[in-house]
C-alpha cells in the first residue's frame, strides 16, 4: 500500500501541476480575449477591426483617439484594478485566517469614500451655505485632489489599525474588530458630510463612491500598476510564508516565520492596493472575495499558484464587467460596481452554499 502511494503521488503532483497550467493558461487567454473586445465596445460603434486598427494608429484620427486615449486607458485600468483588488483580498483572507476578509476589511474603501467626500463637498463648494449654483461647483472640482484625500484617508486608515493592533500583537480577530470599528466611524462622517451638502454636491459624491473606469487615465493607471506591481513581487516571495501561515500560526511560528510582522507587512501592501484602486476609480465591491474563493476551488491552496491565478482572475472579473456595462449601457456611464455586484453576489451564494463543510 504504501510503495503504491509512493507510486502515485509523484503522477499526482504532475497531474495538478499540468491542470493548474491549463487553468491559468486558459484564464490568461480569456483576458486578452476580454481586453480587446473592451476597446471594441462604446458609442462610437466603431466595430471590431476598425478598433483593433485605431488601436496601432491606423484609420481616422477620430477613431484613433477613442480608442487610443479613452476605451485604452480604460481596459488597463480594468486589468490592473481587478488584478489588485483580487490579490489584496487574498493575502487578507490568508493573513487574517477569514474567509469573509475582503479589500473593505479594515475599513480602507470607507476611509477613501469619505475622503473623496472631504473633497468633492467641502473643497469644491458643496456645503448648503455656498448654494447649488453648478457652474461654479463644476469649476472647482479638481479630480486630481479628490484622489489624493481619498488616498490619504484610506491610508491613515490603514496605520491607525495596524498601530492599535500592534497593542494586541496583531491576532486576526483584533484587525478584523478594529478594521469594522474604523470603517463604522468613517461611514458616520461621511453621511454628517453629506447631511449638510447641497443637492448637487450631494450627488457628485454618490456617482464617485459607485465605482467607474472612466475616470482612468494614463497616468491613473501607471501609478496603479507600479502599485501593485511591487506588493505582488513582495507577496510572491514572501508565498511560503503564506503557505504556513494558512496551516496554524502555531506550524507558521514553528518554521521560523514571523507571524506579527507577515501580518503586519502584507496587511499594509494590501490595504495600499485598495487606497490607490478605490482613490481614483471609487468603490469596486466583490473582486477582493470572489476572485480568490474560485481560484482556491479551482488550483488549491498553495500560494505559489494562488497569487497569479488570483491575479488574472480579478483582471477577469473587471474586463468582462467593463465589457457588459459598456455592451447593456450601449455608451452610458453604468456604475462598473454595481455590476460587480450583480455578477459577484449570486456567485459568492453559491461558493458558499457549495462548499460542504470544507475550509474556505
Not at 4 to 30: D, Q, Y
Not at 262 to 282: H, N, Q, W
Request: proline share 3%.
Amino acid at each position: 500500500m504504501a510503495n503504491e502511494l509512493g507510486r502515485n503521488s509523484p503522477r499526482k503532483t504532475l497531474s495538478r501541476k499540468k491542470k493548474n497550467t491549463l487553468v491559468l493558461t486558459v484564464i490568461a487567454v480569456l483576458v486578452l480575449v476580454f481586453f480587446f473586445a473592451g476597446l471594441t465596445v462604446g458609442p462610437a460603434n466603431l466595430g471590431f477591426v476598425p478598433s483593433l486598427q485605431a488601436l496601432f494608429g491606423i484609420g481616422d484620427k477620430g477613431s484613433v483617439t477613442i480608442v487610443q486615449t479613452i476605451r485604452l486607458p480604460r481596459a488597463l485600468a480594468a486589468l490592473i484594478a481587478g488584478a489588485g483588488l483580487s490579490v489584496a483580498g487574498l493575502i487578507m483572507q490568508t493573513t487574517l485566517k477569514n474567509p469573509m476578509a475582503s479589500p473593505a476589511t479594515l475599513g480602507v474603501s470607507n476611509a477613501a469614500v469619505f475622503g473623496a467626500n472631504l473633497a468633492i463637498i467641502g473643497f469644491a463648494g458643496g456645503f448648503l451655505s455656498t448654494g447649488n449654483n453648478i457652474q461654479n461647483y463644476v469649476a472647482g472640482i479638481n479630480p486630481y485632489l479628490t484622489s489624493a484625500v481619498a488616498f490619504f484617508f484610506a491610508f491613515v486608515s490603514t496605520l491607525l489599525i495596524l498601530g492599535l493592533c500592534k497593542i494586541r500583537s496583531f491576532s486576526a480577530e483584533t484587525v478584523v474588530l478594529a478594521g469594522l470599528a474604523l470603517g463604522t466611524v468613517w461611514g458616520a462622517l461621511t453621511t454628517l458630510l453629506q447631511y449638510y451638502a447641497t443637492d448637487v454636491g450631494l450627488a457628485a459624491t454618490y456617482l464617485w463612491s459607485f465605482g467607474s473606469l472612466d475616470r482612468a487615465t494614463f497616468e491613473t493607471d501607471w501609478i496603479m500598476l507600479s502599485v501593485v506591481a511591487v506588493a505582488t513581487i513582495v507577496f510572491f516571495i514572501l508565498q511560503w510564508r503564506f503557505n504556513a501561515l494558512s496551516s496554524g500560526e502555531e506550524i507558521a511560528q514553528s518554521l521560523g516565520v514571523k507571524v506579527s510582522l507577515l501580518r503586519f507587512v502584507a496587511l499594509l501592501l494590501a490595504s495600499t492596493i485598495t487606497a490607490v484602486v478605490v482613490s481614483y476609480l471609487g468603490v469596486i465591491g466583490f473582486v477582493g472575495i470572489i476572485c480568490p474563493h474560485a481560484m482556491k476551488r479551482i488550483v488549491g491552496h498553495n500560494h505559489k499558484i494562488l497569487i497569479p491565478a488570483s491575479l488574472l482572475s480579478g483582471s477577469l472579473l473587471l474586463l468582462f464587467a467593463d465589457f457588459v456595462s459598456t455592451l447593456v449601457g450601449q455608451g452610458t456611464a453604468i456604475p462598473i460596481g454595481a455590476v460587480t455586484a450583480l455578477l459577484g453576489g449570486p456567485f459568492f451564494l453559491y461558493l458558499v452554499f457549495a462548499r460542504k463543510g470544507d475550509k474556505a
